[in-house]
């Protein structure tokens, strides 16, 4: 059994289900989808029936949206780790059809929101970023401002602009990029979260690398 108590307790300052649903995307990040069994299935105990509706659609959404910061082979691995744990009960609760649709693509509308949470993020360096990464490829700035920021990462219908940036802390976390843990620490805070969720996420993180370091020794 999960010990839970321990995350509780790292991730205080973060409401419910959101800490698991942190912990769930660091879990991702540090290849450890057992501790994402682990994890629902102690969820299964301590949450109501609806807030473990509202953690699987939580986590799955964060886990779809770090796509772009972990990678596609980690996130179908932990995300068969969750579905797999779910009860059935649980699943008969959740969605049936995807969000997402062509009739949703409206290329000049997504670029336009993935531009707008780009500046939330990087404020006055997100020209500096955006020539940087222009000047090395024009495509990769490309995806990463519209297929990246504005179809994926800006889409705030289930996992909001803040809640995203203190799952995408707890996907960096584990990854060991500084610089980019860094800039979404501070990207975090001008989207509204503050210094004790911030730290909170982090702590949620570092309890996970322990972990999952653990596992494997």
């Not at 108590?5 to 300052?13: E, T, Y």
């Not at 509202?54 to 995300?79: H, Y």
């Not at 059935?88 to 997402?100: A, G």
Request: net charge neutral; charged share 20%.
């Amino acid at each position: 059994m999960y010990n839970i108590s321990q995350l509780n307790a790292a991730g205080a300052a973060l409401g419910l289900p959101l800490r698991y649903v942190v912990a769930v995307t660091a879990m991702a990040a540090a290849n450890a989808p057992e501790l994402v069994s682990k994890l629902t299935c102690a969820c299964e105990h301590s949450l109501s029936a609806s807030e473990m509706v509202q953690f699987v659609e939580l986590s799955r959404e964060s886990l779809l949206k770090m796509v772009t910061t972990i990678g596609t082979p980690r996130i179908i691995n932990s995300t068969a780790a969750l579905m797999d744990a779910v009860p059935e009960t649980i699943k008969e609760r959740l969605p049936k059809t995807s969000l997402r649709c062509k009739d949703d693509y409206n290329y000049d509308a997504i670029r336009q929101r993935g531009l707008d949470l780009w500046k939330g993020v990087y404020s006055k360096q997100a020209e500096k970023l955006e020539g940087k990464i222009g000047g090395w490829y024009p495509d990769l700035l490309e995806v990463i401002q519209t297929d990246l920021y504005g179809r994926i990462l800006s889409d705030c219908r289930i996992l909001d602009a803040k809640s995203t940036e203190l799952c995408t802390i707890g996907a960096l976390f584990p990854s060991n990029v500084p610089a980019q843990l860094k800039s979404h620490v501070i990207g975090a805070g001008r989207l509204g979260a503050s210094s004790d969720e911030i730290e909170a996420a982090k702590a949620i993180a570092k309890l996970v690398c322990i972990q999952a370091t653990a596992l494997r020794d």
